[in-house]
């Protein structure tokens, strides 16, 4: 659990310090930073979309995860707790739901979370992890600087997710293959890509109601297995 603990460690310091220097911003700066954070938000989504991967099964999973998605509606429980978060949290400044959702999805949809919290759980290998800690840290600072405390409280996503992986690394290191991260990690990255486009103000993608696309790939390789 090292490797995690000093993920969140990373993300909750460099929030904290996002956070401090945000009354330096005035509101054309802060709307300016955004977008820009927003537009390479977007090409690491392009970026990861553009890995070699099963392409049906991607689109496969998509509307899949979209149609579970809006049967269980994450979306509304998400935005609901996001209310709850806002109220909490209210006169601390930013935008504490979608600080807390985008960065959730950034923090732990990618091959890095999931390949270096296995790493960290079956080896003791923290490296993977310990170099995710300072591109996570320094998102933060940038993240949290325009969009609030709702970063920092990422964090706790990520320890759950990513401890959850190093804890059950002996039994998951025959489900998640190469060949399943390769397939989680495009479906994610079509996730962050719509968080980069909803910042943008271009479009108003449910992307909570997606999630359980990251799953499918997982569910497809097991049942192939048995085939």
Same mark, same amino acid.
């Given at each position: 659990?090292?490797?995690?603990?000093?993920?969140?460690?990373?993300?909750?310091? +460099?929030?904290?310090?996002?956070?401090?220097?945000?009354?330096?911003?005035?509101?054309?700066?802060?709307?300016?930073?955004?977008?820009?954070?927003?537009? *390479?938000?977007?090409?690491?989504?392009?970026? +990861?979309?553009?890995?070699?991967?099963?392409?049906?099964?991607?689109?496969f999973s998509i509307v899949i995860g979209g149609v579970i998605g809006e049967v269980i509606d994450i979306d509304h429980k998400l935005i609901r707790f996001g209310e709850r978060l806002?109220?909490?949290?209210?006169?601390?400044?930013?935008?504490?739901?979608? +600080?807390?959702?985008? *960065?959730?999805?950034?923090? *732990?949809?990618?091959?890095?979370?999931?390949? +270096?919290?296995?790493?960290?759980?079956?080896?003791?290998?923290?490296?993977?992890?310990? !170099?995710?800690?300072?591109?996570?840290?320094?998102?933060?600072?940038?993240?949290?600087?325009?969009?609030?405390?709702?970063?920092?409280?990422?964090?706790?996503?990520?320890?759950?997710?990513?401890?959850? @992986?190093?804890?059950? !690394?002996?039994? &998951?290191?025959? @489900?998640?293959?190469?060949?399943?991260?390769?397939?989680?990690?495009?479906?994610?990255?079509?996730?962050?890509?719509?968080?980069?486009?909803?910042?943008?103000?271009?479009?108003?993608?449910?992307?909570?109601?997606?999630?359980?696309?990251? &799953?499918?790939?997982? !569910?497809?390789?097991?049942?192939?297995?048995?085939?």
């Amino acid at each position: 659990m090292i490797g995690t603990l000093v993920n969140v460690a990373a993300i909750v310091a +460099g929030s904290f310090a996002g956070i401090m220097i945000r009354g330096m911003n005035t509101e054309k700066f802060s709307d300016t930073v955004i977008k820009g954070i927003a537009l *390479c938000v977007v090409l690491i989504g392009i970026s +990861g979309a553009l890995e070699e991967a099963n392409l049906l099964l991607v689109i496969f999973s998509i509307v899949i995860g979209g149609v579970i998605g809006e049967v269980i509606d994450i979306d509304h429980k998400l935005i609901r707790f996001g209310e709850r978060l806002e109220e909490l949290f209210k006169g601390r400044g930013g935008k504490v739901a979608e +600080g807390f959702v985008s *960065c959730t999805l950034i923090y *732990c949809v990618g091959a890095m979370a999931i390949v +270096g919290a296995l790493e960290s759980g079956l080896k003791g290998d923290h490296s993977t992890l310990f !170099a995710k800690s300072v591109l996570d840290g320094v998102s933060a600072i940038i993240f949290a600087s325009t969009m609030g405390i709702g970063v920092m409280i990422s964090a706790i996503s990520v320890l759950i997710y990513q401890g959850a @992986i190093t804890l059950g !690394a002996g039994f &998951l290191k025959g @489900i998640l293959t190469q060949q399943v991260i390769s397939d989680m990690s495009v479906v994610g990255s079509l996730l962050i890509l719509g968080i980069g486009l909803n910042i943008l103000g271009v479009s108003k993608i449910k992307i909570a109601n997606l999630l359980p696309a990251i &799953l499918v790939p997982v !569910a497809y390789h097991l049942i192939m297995g048995m085939i």
